[in-house]
């Protein structure tokens, strides 16, 4: 699994977009996050992980959710992953999906109003 997804968990959050501008910085850093939920079928994945009972499902419980090819949603939690979204574990031959929590507190915290 190629690039590392930023830690945007450790990084400082920010006010609300309500009560503050957001800094350049902390733009950049959220930006591809954004960009990542922007498209329907990452954002469902996004969700189907998130939601997952245990905290994580494996990519053989997220396929059959979709008319897509495996390799296209491989590419759609490629994007999660490097976008800090996800994180992911090769476990035989099947890859297990868990929501990062700090990054999507600090989504959250700028879109509070």
């Known amino acids: 699994m190629s690039k590392q997804a930023p830690d945007l968990a450790t990084s400082p959050c920010c006010a609300p977009l309500t009560q503050?501008?957001?800094?350049?910085?902390?733009a950049a850093a959220l930006a591809p996050a954004f960009k990542a939920l922007g498209d329907p079928v990452r954002l469902q994945l996004m969700s189907m992980i998130a939601s997952a009972e245990d905290g994580e499902v494996c990519v053989c419980d997220l396929t059959p959710a979709f008319d897509l090819t495996g390799p296209t949603?491989?590419?759609?939690?490629?994007v999660l992953r490097e976008a800090g979204l996800v994180d992911a574990?090769?476990?035989g031959t099947?890859?297990?999906y868990r929501a990062r929590p700090g990054t999507l507190?600090?989504?959250?915290a700028l879109l509070t109003s």
């Open 89 to 91: 574990e090769r476990r």
């Open 105 to 108: 507190h600090q989504l959250a």
């Open 73 to 78: 949603i491989s590419h759609h939690l490629r």
């Open 20 to 26: 503050r501008r957001v800094p350049a910085e902390t």
């Open 94 to 96: 099947w890859v297990w």
